[in-house]
């Protein structure tokens, strides 16, 4: 079993920037394909990145490329999402999840490529 939760969500006007966080306890925090997704109202959840095993695998939404970065620190079991440049599209619930696997990260793009979720932290960019 591993438990996820994010922090680091907020109001932040348009341009600016956000640091979330995952704190992920459990199972060993390494052997887990990590990815973060968001849901905005009205719409279904989507993919936004995800990092593999050693995070040196990454892969992104167009949407968030060059704006956003994933990062991972093992030894303390935290994830992270740097947001920069925000824009009023990128408002929505944010979740970072946790599965298993061994392929690239391109692989592991959809909502059942996954087995733990978050509870979600709220990003709202004000224009």
């Known amino acids: 079993q591993?438990?996820?939760v994010e922090s680091g969500g907020?109001?932040?006007q348009a341009g600016?920037?956000?640091?979330?966080?995952?704190?992920?306890?459990?199972?060993t925090f390494s052997s887990y394909?990590?990815?973060?997704?968001?849901?905005?109202?009205?719409?279904?959840?989507?993919?936004?990145?995800?990092?593999?095993?050693?995070?040196?695998?990454t892969y992104y939404a167009d949407s968030v490329?060059?704006?956003?970065?994933?990062?991972?620190?093992?030894a303390k079991n935290t994830l992270y999402l740097r947001m920069n440049n925000?824009?009023?599209?990128?408002?929505?619930v944010y979740y970072c999840a946790a599965g298993?696997?061994?392929?690239?990260?391109?692989?592991y793009t959809s909502l059942v490529d996954y087995d733990y979720w978050g509870q979600g932290t709220q990003v709202t960019v004000s224009s």
């Open 65 to 74: 490329k060059g704006r956003f970065t994933i990062s991972r620190d093992n």
């Open 86 to 92: 925000l824009k009023s599209d990128d408002t929505a």
């Open 100 to 107: 298993r696997g061994s392929r690239s990260a391109n692989y």
């Open 2 to 4: 591993v438990q996820l």
């Open 10 to 12: 907020g109001l932040v």
């Open 16 to 27: 600016g920037s956000l640091r979330l966080s995952c704190a992920a306890s459990g199972r």
């Open 33 to 57: 394909v990590l990815g973060w997704f968001r849901q905005a109202p009205g719409k279904e959840r989507e993919f936004v990145v995800a990092s593999t095993l050693t995070g040196t695998s």
